[in-house]
């Protein structure tokens, strides 16, 4: 069965400084992962996606991720944080069936220090 | 990019009324769109699968009969919550799924609808 975990609730970094929010899978398959920001009262904006071409995924506002099959994780990371990246950062997983549903991590919430 | 709209952005209902919320993608067609529940600080839920032309999937204990969902086009999906209660009251996000069904698809999600219910 496929599930995601978001290793961390909470990550506070200051302005300026890396961004790592990491997110580990389980699929008996070659999965679909998608990483998503939620700003407050807001709905979900898709950062990145990877689908089993380039390992290394390059999304929106800096962000990036790198599919690491060996580790079954799917860490996001921002080399320079800004204050704006303040949010709720959702790593995903598509389920392997035709009706695709997805199965969200429990949501880490990125917070930046001035 | 994709863009999904849902309207209204928030409601506030009297108990025992219904309240119809509508997920629109605007740029694409959805065969499918999904309605999601989310809680304060928690992840989202799926509550039901909605397909075009065909009757919804609800998710275990997703009351069907409370939570009515009618996908009437590719690009319009509603889901009218009856007989509100002050339980009902949370945040409500729509996605719709761009592709072609297969698992690589991209669901991209509405701005949510705030729902309080007095």
């Known amino acids: 069965a496929q599930s995601v975990t978001q290793l961390d609730s909470h990550v506070s970094v200051s302005e300026g400084t890396p961004v790592l929010l990491r997110c580990n899978y389980s699929?008996?398959?070659?999965?679909?992962l998608f990483w998503y920001v939620q700003h407050p009262n807001k709905g979900l904006q898709l950062l990145l996606k990877?689908?089993?071409?380039?390992?290394l995924v390059k999304g929106i506002n800096g962000f990036e991720a790198e599919f690491k099959k060996s580790e079954t994780s799917f860490h996001l990371t921002k080399p320079s944080a800004h204050m704006s990246d303040a949010a709720e950062y959702f790593c995903?997983?598509?389920?392997?069936?035709?009706?695709?549903?997805?199965?969200f991590g429990s949501g880490t919430r990125l917070s930046i220090r001035p | 990019g994709a863009v999904v709209s849902q309207h209204p952005s928030w409601v506030i209902c009297k108990s025992g009324t219904s309240v119809k919320i509508e997920c629109r993608s605007l740029?694409?067609?959805?065969?499918?769109m999904f309605w999601y529940r989310q809680f304060p600080k928690q992840s989202l839920m799926l509550m039901a699968t909605?397909?075009?032309?065909?009757?919804?999937?609800?998710e275990q204990g997703v009351e069907k009969d409370k939570f009515l969902i009618n996908h009437a086009s590719l690009t319009l999906s509603t889901l009218t919550v009856t007989s509100a209660h002050p339980e009902d009251s949370s945040f409500y996000i729509c996605?719709?799924?761009?592709?072609?069904?297969?698992?690589?698809?991209?669901?991209?999600f509405g701005p949510g609808t705030r729902l309080t219910v007095l």
């Open positions: 996605s719709a799924r761009s592709g072609g069904g297969s698992d690589t698809d991209t669901q991209y």
């Open positions: 699929s008996s398959y070659s999965p679909s």
């Open positions: 990877y689908t089993s071409a380039a390992t």
């Open positions: 995903v997983v598509t389920l392997y069936s035709s009706a695709s549903k997805i199965i």
């Open positions: 740029d694409f067609q959805a065969t499918t």
């Open positions: 909605s397909n075009e032309g065909s009757k919804a999937t609800y």
